[in-house]
């Protein structure tokens, strides 16, 4: 553990500590809990009732230390939004008074009115009832004295009703197939993940400004304007130098999502006049979603205190680049070995390989559905010009593996240059 310097702590002392991630699991549960819900988190096997109960009274306890009274059923339902209902911790006692409690039930399962979420036309009126189920595999957060729980939502028959479960599903499909094949190259890995680092783009307006402008609170987008004196066009803004305001946020922002243990690594100027970046080191494919729709909420919270107003939409402003979301995408074992990851010699890596031309065959096989994915009405003003990602869908391998795979496809031995050099003429760079 860092120590604290002239009575400020350092990142690795309070990074995490409004989490209930692994590190406090292991130190407040019974060792045959923790490896009971470790065997949930790897297995997906279902916890035991009286499990449950134990998980979920550690959990109150830890939360009531930290200053939380209310716990909440955080799920995405089909709005793009994420939802919540607040349930406070009291339990009336026969005196009059109250004591807190959190009941295994109520961890593993709550029941919010679903007839009012959308849902594609899935459900008969008589069974708008929806449920949210406990996610054990993305860790519970403390925030405005609430701890909050993910959850996926579904139907009372059972139809998904939000995003998170058509990842989960996705996730195990994926898992079952890639150490399906894993088998054949003689790997024992029993699970695979998928794991992503979604970008953040942002862009940052002072509030007296945008209160001035009705379009942008009601619609997050301009919507008529006189073009800026000066907008992109000379290029200086991209990763040029970060403003004071901007960067008093920014360090503001940092430790608010270091604090939700969410790994922050990465902040620059964007191309666009008031535009920005946050990018974070990669984690679990539902986990880094999860954080992803935390980070949004954070950051809109965070400006407020600067004065500013952020704006998430994808194209705020006509004119100037709009805002993406870019997704550093790979699968690992669960031992941490990246399968997406050539190694020294990638002609020799014929597991590698096997993984590859099985993605790219997936990518060409299902670009529509890709692309539909990402045709929202708000990205819909931002696709079709120099942004990503464009419509024609395209793989860049690098020209080493795309000689290996024209070899492999021709039939011809591969010659590739692994230890090919870059010369840039200065002798003193690398």
């Known amino acids: 553990m860092s120590e604290s310097v002239n009575g400020v702590k350092s990142v690795p002392e309070y990074f995490g500590c409004n989490v209930f991630n692994e590190e406090t699991m292991k130190a407040r549960l019974p060792k045959n809990v923790y490896k009971a819900l470790l065997k949930t988190k790897t297995l997906r096997t279902a916890l035991a009732p009286d499990v449950a109960d134990v998980i979920a009274t550690t959990m109150k306890d830890w939360a009531v230390e930290k200053g939380a009274t209310h716990y909440s059923h955080w799920f995405h339902p089909m709005t793009g939004l994420s939802a919540e209902k607040h349930d406070s911790f009291i339990s009336p006692t026969d005196d009059g008074n109250v004591i807190m409690e959190f009941s295994g039930k109520e961890l593993i399962k709550g029941e919010p009115d679903a007839s009012s979420f959308p849902s594609g036309g899935l459900r008969a009126t008589f069974e708008a009832r929806g449920y949210t189920a406990w996610d054990p595999t993305s860790p519970a957060f403390i925030k405005d004295k609430t701890l909050y729980i993910p959850t996926a939502f579904c139907s009372y028959t059972g139809e998904t009703l939000d995003k998170k479960t058509p990842l989960l599903r996705s996730m195990e499909v994926i898992s079952e197939q890639f150490v399906r094949i894993l088998r054949l190259f003689g790997s024992d890995a029993t699970r695979v993940t998928t794991t992503v680092g979604p970008e953040q783009e942002y862009f940052l307006i002072d509030k007296e ?63 666009a006049p008031a535009q920005h970046e946050m990018a974070p080191i990669f984690t679990t494919s539902n986990v880094a979603a999860d954080q992803n729709a935390l980070t949004m909420e954070i950051m809109k919270k965070v400006a407020l205190k600067h004065g500013l107003v952020c704006l998430l939409h994808e194209k705020p402003f006509a004119g100037v680049n709009g805002s993406g979301k870019h997704n550093n995408w790979s699968v690992s074992t669960t031992d941490g070995h990246n399968l997406l990851d050539p190694g020294k010699n990638p002609k020799d890596n014929i597991q590698f390989l096997t993984f590859l031309t099985a993605i790219i065959k997936a990518v060409d096989e299902n670009a529509d559905l890709l692309r539909l994915s990402v045709a929202s009405a708000g990205n819909d003003h931002r696709l079709g010009a120099n942004e990503a990602p464009p419509a024609i869908m395209s793989i860049y391998v690098g020209s080493e593996l795309q000689q290996i795979l024209d070899a492999l496809e021709s039939g011809e031995m591969i010659k590739t240059d692994a230890n090919e050099e870059f010369v840039i003429g200065v002798e003193a760079l690398p």
């Open 209 to 271: 400004l945008y209160d001035q402008r009705k379009d942008l609170i009601y619609t997050g987008r301009t919507l008529f304007g006189a073009k800026a004196p000066k907008g992109q066009e000379l290029e200086d803004h991209y990763y040029g130098n970060i403003k004071s305001r901007v960067h008093d946020y920014m360090t503001d922002l940092d430790e608010e999502l270091w604090k939700l243990g969410i790994y922050s690594k990465t902040e620059h100027n964007e191309v």
